[in-house]
């Protein structure tokens, strides 16, 4: 065991957790701001990916254009779960919505699989180059996810906190009767929160599948399950929680695999979950204004 | 006819996954760890009927106990989260069973065969049943039996104080410990059961596909063990076997003649029922109608 | 309605099917073969390829005269295809609805982890009456994992040997490229195929031809971070990468190795992955590798039956080509036993299918011979595909 190999590997892990970061914070918004369990956000946003790809190349474009049909696409889907799943079903009934997400999910899965006959599509490079450190190699296309997710955060903090929508959606998700009767329409700010977390969505997906260098329907249930992970250790609804548990998430994968082999690893991944919910259940951030 | 005990069969072992997701979703909790618990209870069975030469029905007994014992010891740490942390960690649970089992090699040689779970290879020649001439209606017969068993005593339940106090933790916890029901007790009691539960349903699944590995019990699984409570309806044990019904008689096998597009009807539908009816096909209401319906007849 | 009246009724509508069903039986005689593999998922492509496969070679059989029954008659061939969704229920359930079926023959499955427990349900030895399992002949075109057909004597196979074909590789890499000598593993760990491949044929078979065995790099089969793996590839420095992986981490890992400038001599692939998957996921990183089949276009069958397929929507590769053989070995052994495809004998044709089966000692392929081994399993002929430019090219033709 080199040190160098030790530590490349928690550099590696680091900037594949930049990935996860990104995916987690769409999850986050949905889950812990908007309070609304949506099993079907990794799926449309793989979805959107793919949309994108088939665009591009039907029409012709640059790989960096994927990304913004990617986020159109993503935002489109985000609404069409809204109306097909969270609309038309009563706020009292959380399992009701729960389980249409799972319908959605399996129903965007096989869309996929149909168009694409399940195989797997290669995904055009949007950012090039290896960084060489001397005896470290940085991949560049991961750190720019990183400053993607990093932007993506600013973006969102102040949509939450300094613009009406996001005051509005704040509003909506703690007290749905009180926002109302100050005038916020609830159909519509929870629409325009589904089309925000969904182009987000969308954005991550594309730049996910070009961290790979592949999308697959192979992709969706584990990017469900890492999103929901680092929803929770970075606590619901922080934003900046979710970068660092998407990180740390990362690094923890790639260390844990360095050391016990591949077919440990995930155990100690969601040991390293439960070391969370026992210990620090609000979260690497811990939230303490959260009402239930 | 195979086919259709083949059918009733497979619907048999879905509705007793269902009725362990059941149970723990009258208190409230989202449990996605249903699958881990059937892995075990399988992995259990299995082993003893075939390394060690036990009766079946005691084989069975044993893996739904300490599939029981171990949601039992699940459900303890599962009282500090609630909603989606609970979701999260009980996907991380089934993850974890099933990891485990993809590095769990116990081998013994019989003759000059080697038989027993090799870790991602899986468990192969669980053969209880066609070894001991038992044809699939047999086989179909027994699952029913333990099945209705499993109903008749959560029935018997749902209309006693048990019921009443699980629901009244689902409902609004509050509440219920202000009525001085005692939280940690009722909670821990319905993971147990149905870990239980889903121990037994997989030791039936072990025997009657004579092979299982770790990939059997995944997420998925899990997600269609809370799906068949959730679609049939929570007020009701017939609820889940409505369900059952639904997906795996009508989408599943009813739908074949669609070719492609059943899987795609698969999902939209799953979105639609809960559009329509989204305390479940057999809500409250329409259990209300029904039982008014037969008593009714009786005059 | 009143009884009597029901009771006409029911005996006017009995009178009429029959008398419908007699004309039907001095037409030709349907000999019903079921094929089922994964229509879904990440597998569905052989799914496609499959029923392609059986309807064109059934086609092709019908167009030029049938098969002969046992009495003289002629059948034609009638195909029916189910999804069984790459799950071990369904696959079983599918089977038993085959099964009540007037179908003779099972043509599946795709997915080794239905096939395991299908064959597990079938019954395992002909005439034990103890023994409650399904008596129904199952004949394999995809499913690849090591040993399964022995699980039951209903049970066989068409697939490829990997122990004969990558021996073979390596022997004339041995010859051919005296250059090589150390080689490097890359495992789908969690894949019983992938996983076999490599350290029960891969690694052993390299070893006994003298390559030297740097070491393995392993993954999982959904993995998308490959640098670990990658790092031991390039601080080992093989000669030879040999990857046994599906096309998503075969891709990913190529992928990898590429980024991190790690550019062995050549490297090896699954035999699964010689199919368009691959080179949809990554063609430019996936020149040059070298990968042992069962199919190529390479005769005037394997051609003639491409192109066959082709017209009914699907390609041909190693995994459906062995759907389109088994059409025509089934046509065989239908005609050696004397089926007759009569209504009241589909069991009786099934036991006589069975048998014919475990007679055979050889079949022809689309290739070339293939052998037939005691335990139901098959020994194909190959040849060696490396992907050029996008497509896959015949590299070398062992069996010219």
């Known amino acids: ?292 | ?299 | 309605m009143t009884i009597p009246r029901l009771l006409a009724a029911s005996a006017f509508v009995t009178t009429m099917a029959i008398s419908s069903a007699m004309p039907a039986a001095a037409q030709e005689r349907e000999i019903r073969l079921s094929g089922f593999g994964a229509m879904s998922g990440v597998v569905r492509s052989f799914g496609i390829n499959s029923k392609a496969a059986l309807e064109a070679a059934a086609d092709e059989i019908n167009k030029s005269g049938g098969v002969k029954l046992g009495d003289g008659t002629k059948g034609k061939i009638v195909i029916d295809y189910f999804d069984d969704r790459c799950n071990a229920e369904e696959g079983i359930s599918v089977t038993r609805r085959i099964a009540s079926t007037s179908s003779l023959v099972g043509i599946g499955p795709t997915c080794s982890n239905v096939a395991e427990p299908l064959f597990g349900v079938l019954q395992k030895k002909v005439g034990d009456a103890g023994d409650s399992g399904l008596q129904f002949p199952i004949f394999t075109d995809v499913a690849i994992k090591g040993g399964l057909a022995k699980i039951s004597e209903w049970a066989f196979r068409n697939v490829p040997d990997e122990g004969a074909m990558y021996a073979a590789l390596f022997q004339w890499l041995k010859k051919t490229r005296p250059e090589l000598k150390t080689i490097f593993g890359g495992v789908e760990e969690d894949f019983a195929h992938s996983r076999a491949t490599w350290y029960a044929v891969m690694k052993e078979v390299a070893a006994k031809e003298g390559f030297e065995i740097k070491g393995e790099a392993k993954w999982l089969l959904a993995d998308t971070n490959f640098t670990n793996q990658a790092r031991e590839a390039r601080r080992a420095a093989a000669d030879i990468v040999a990857i046994s992986a599906h096309p998503f981490t075969t891709c990913g890992m190529l992928k990898e190795l590429g980024r991190q400038g790690v550019k062995p001599k050549l490297v090896i692939g699954l035999t699964s992955s010689s199919s368009l998957e691959t080179l949809q996921g990554c063609a430019a990183e996936a020149e040059a590798i070298i990968i042992p089949t069962s199919f190529a276009p390479v005769t005037p069958e394997a051609r003639a039956a491409a192109d066959r397929a082709a017209k009914f929507n699907g390609s041909l590769d190693l995994h459906s080509g062995a759907a389109y053989e088994i059409v025509a070995i089934l046509k065989d052994v239908i005609e050696g036993e004397g089926v007759l495809a009569k209504p009241d004998t589909v069991q009786a044709d099934r036991a006589k299918i069975r048998n014919g089966l475990s007679k055979l000692t050889e079949t022809k392929g689309l290739i070339g011979i293939s052998k037939r081994t005691e335990e139901g399993e098959a020994v194909k002929p190959f040849l060696f595909v490396h992907a050029k430019g996008g497509k896959w090219e015949v590299l070398h033709n062992p069996t010219k």
């Open chain 1, 1 to 292: 065991m080199l040190i160098v190999d030790l530590v490349q590997s928690i550099v590696d892990g680091l900037l594949f957790g930049a990935t996860y970061a990104l995916i987690g914070i769409g999850f986050t918004l949905v889950f812990g701001v908007m309070h609304k369990i949506n099993m079907a956000y990794a799926a449309a946003s793989v979805g959107a990916a793919y949309a994108a790809l088939r665009l591009i190349a039907l029409i012709g474009g640059p790989a960096w254009a994927s990304l913004l049909i990617a986020a159109a696409a993503g935002g489109v889907f985000g609404l069409i779960i809204y109306w097909l799943c969270f609309r038309f079903i009563p706020l009292s009934n959380p399992l009701a919505t729960l389980m249409s997400t799972v319908g959605m999910f399996l129903l965007a899965e096989e869309i996929i699989v149909h168009t694409t006959d399940g195989m797997p599509q290669n995904y055009p490079v949007v950012v090039r180059g290896i960084l060489d450190m001397g005896e470290f190699m940085i991949r560049g296309d991961l750190v720019f996810v990183f400053v993607c997710a990093l932007l993506a955060m600013v973006v969102l903090l102040y949509l939450l906190y300094r613009t009406k929508l996001g005051i509005a959606t704040r509003a909506v998700s703690q007290q749905p009767v009180a926002a109302q009767l100050v005038g916020i329409r609830l159909n519509h700010i929870n629409a325009l929160t589904f089309i925000v977390t969904g182009m987000l969505g969308g954005f991550a997906g594309a730049l996910i599948g070009s961290a790979v260098g592949l999308l697959s329907p192979l992709l969706v249930i584990p990017l469900t399950i890492k999103g929901l992970i680092v929803t929770v250790i970075g606590g619901l609804g922080s934003i900046p929680g979710a970068i660092i548990a998407g990180l740390l998430v990362g690094m923890a994968e790639n260390v844990f695999q360095y050391f016990r082999g591949v077919t440990e690893r995930d155990i100690y991944v969601m040991l390293l979950l439960f070391v969370f919910l026992v210990f620090r259940p609000g979260g690497i951030f811990s939230n303490t204004v959260k009402r239930d």
């Open chain 2, 1 to 299: 006819m195979d086919f259709y005990l083949g059918l009733l069969q497979v619907m048999g072992v879905h509705t007793q996954l269902g009725l362990s997701a059941y149970v723990v979703l009258q208190t409230g909790q989202v449990s996605l760890a249903q699958a881990g618990f059937m892995a075990i209870g399988a992995y259990i069975a299995a082993m003893l009927t075939v390394l060690s030469g036990w009766p079946l029905i005691a084989a069975l007994i044993a893996g739904a106990l300490v599939a029981g014992l171990t949601a039992c010891l699940v459900g303890f740490p599962a009282l500090r989260v609630h909603g989606l942390m609970l979701v999260v960690a009980t996907i991380a649970f089934t993850e974890i069973v099933r990891l485990f089992f993809f590095n769990f090699d116990y081998q013994i040689a019989r003759g000059s065969l080697r038989v027993g779970p090799l870790g991602g290879e899986g468990f192969r020649q669980i053969r209880y049943f066609p070894e001991n001439g038992w044809t699939t209606l047999h086989v179909a017969i027994f699952i029913w039996t333990v099945v209705a068993l499993v109903m008749a005593a959560l029935w018997w339940m749902d209309r006693s104080r048990a019921g009443a106090v699980l629901r009244a933790v689902g409902e609004d916890e509050i509440a219920a410990q202000s009525c001085g029901i005692n939280l940690t007790a009722v909670k821990v009691s319905a993971m147990t059961a149905g870990g239980a539960i889903a121990g037994l349903a997989g030791g039936l699944y072990a025997h009657y596909t004579t092979h299982i590995e770790q990939s059997n019990f995944t997420i998925l699984l899990a997600t269609f063990a809370i799906a068949y409570p959730i679609l049939g309806g929570l007020s009701s044990v017939f609820g889940t076997v409505a369900a059952v019904i639904f997906i795996q008689g009508f989408l599943v096998e009813g739908l074949r003649f669609l070719g492609d597009w059943r899987n795609l009807l698969f999902g939209a539908l799953i979105v639609l029922v809960m559009n329509i009816r989204p305390s479940g096909l057999l809500d409250a209401r329409t259990m209300a109608t029904l039982r008014r319906l037969f008593s009714r007849k009786e005059h």
